[in-house]
């Protein structure tokens, strides 16, 4: 006997659209810890920042002129160029869906472009100056705490407008350090990273994850993570990110487009020092 069931019967079967799984973005975090320029149009593709070097003062001689000092600068120059993600749905796919293609893809399209800021801003870590760690170096509180050091050592006051940017596997093993292998530790911070994962602030500087971190040149596991003061790098805004729709009537359907205009590059290669680490569990 032949039986009736879903199977012979799938055209009747009505399907249900659940609610849309996004799946997981990193969310956008440098673009609030550099300096932020706006360039309006008409007015070129660059921005000139200028560098005011710090000058020494010397002691006087009672009744007798001080010397001069020159006061020159330097410029650092932040160049914008256009990025951007598109695509083409048909009416019939709008119309056929359950869900609102066009919202969904315009919030994609705005994570895309968010992201990739991000990545754009990191990739500036590897021209750093000053640096701790390398290829074969384990990320450890104590080279943080060095590279904090160093960025101190420049006149920087680490309690305001500092970060420090990991990639989460490296900060992975800055974890299993303060917890002493995620055994009962003695720090405060210790016992903060062991309950809830949450380093907070080390040497009073923050700490920030994220997985656009940047991997070394040819080293799989290995990241350019950074310690920097917000003088470090800089982020020119010609265009903030937009979303648009166009109406193809030849194609039944509409172009949806999202792009942004900047620029980025170090603004003062002092203000920032690389922690390039390789991850133990890569």
Do not use: W
Not at 45 to 50: A, D, L, S
Not at 71 to 79: C, N
Not at 189 to 206: C, H, K, Q, S, Y
């Amino acid at each position: 006997m032949t039986i009736t069931n879903t199977t012979t019967l799938n055209d009747l079967l009505p399907s249900i659209v659940a609610e849309a799984l996004f799946v997981a973005s990193e969310k956008s975090i440098m673009r609030g810890l550099v300096r932020n320029y706006t360039l309006n149009p008409g007015n070129g593709k660059t921005v000139t920042v200028p560098i005011y070097p710090k000058q020494t003062a010397a002691g006087l001689t009672e009744g007798t002129a001080p010397g001069f000092t020159a006061i020159s600068t330097d410029g650092a120059v932040l160049t914008v160029s256009e990025v951007g993600i598109a695509a083409q749905i048909s009416d019939l796919a709008i119309m056929a869906s359950a869900s609102n293609v066009v919202a969904d893809i315009g919030r994609l399209f705005g994570e895309a472009i968010a992201r990739k800021m991000d990545t754009d801003l990191l990739s500036n870590v590897a021209n750093l100056n000053a640096g701790v760690g390398g290829a074969t170096t384990t990320a450890t509180p104590a080279l943080l705490f060095q590279a904090i050091a160093k960025l101190r050592a420049q006149g920087y006051d680490t309690a305001n407008d500092c970060a420090i940017v990991l990639h989460p596997n490296v900060a992975y093993d800055i974890a299993s350090t303060l917890t002493s292998t995620f055994a009962a530790p003695a720090s405060q911070i210790g016992n903060d990273a062991l309950r809830n994962g949450f380093m907070g602030t080390l040497g009073g500087v923050p700490v920030y994850q994220s997985s656009l971190v940047n991997v070394a040149a040819g080293a799989a596991g290995d990241y350019n993570c950074v310690v920097m003061h917000k003088d470090a790098f800089g982020l020119a805004m010609m265009q903030d990110i937009r979303i648009e729709s166009q109406r193809e009537a030849t194609k039944r359907g509409f172009d949806i487009v999202g792009s942004a205009i900047y620029g980025h590059g170090i603004l003062y290669n002092a203000a920032g020092v690389y922690a390039q680490f390789d991850s133990s569990i890569e």
